[in-house]
């Protein structure tokens, strides 16, 4: 998935880094290369694990909107109580879906 939605990105003309580990896109995130968004997977199968990058962001970089890929109901419900994440998106629907968000998340 991280790799579709890296190419419907960037056709639409975004700039896109893509990170295979939360701790990797943390990593660069604490760089502060400017940053405006960060799109992340939330699993149901491990909650604390797949809603562990948006919590760090939430604490150790509250300006910076997620938008979360959830997989499941689950997930989308805990997604959406996190303070950083500005829109959730169904796992299926995300390759279709993404644009409208992240459109709307900067200010676009």
């Known amino acids: 998935m991280r790799g579709i939605l890296a ?3 960037d056709r639409a003309g975004y700039g ?8 990797d896109a943390l990593a660069l995130l604490a760089a502060d290369i400017g940053f405006a968004l960060v ?5 149901p199968s491990s909650p ?3 809603l562990g990058l948006p919590r760090r962001i939430s604490v150790d970089m509250p300006g ?8 499941g109901t689950d997930a989308f419900e805990a997604a959406r109580t996190m303070t950083s994440v500005v829109a959730v998106v169904a796992r ?3 390759p279709r879906a993404i644009l409208g968000p992240v459109r709307a998340a900067l200010g676009a």
């Open 7 to 9: 190419a419907v990105l």
């Open 16 to 23: 896109v880094v893509t990170c295979a580990e939360p701790d």
């Open 39 to 43: 799109i992340a997977a939330v699993q």
């Open 48 to 50: 604390e694990d797949g």
């Open 64 to 71: 910076l909107a997620v938008i979360a890929v959830a997989d």
């Open 92 to 94: 299926d629907e995300a």
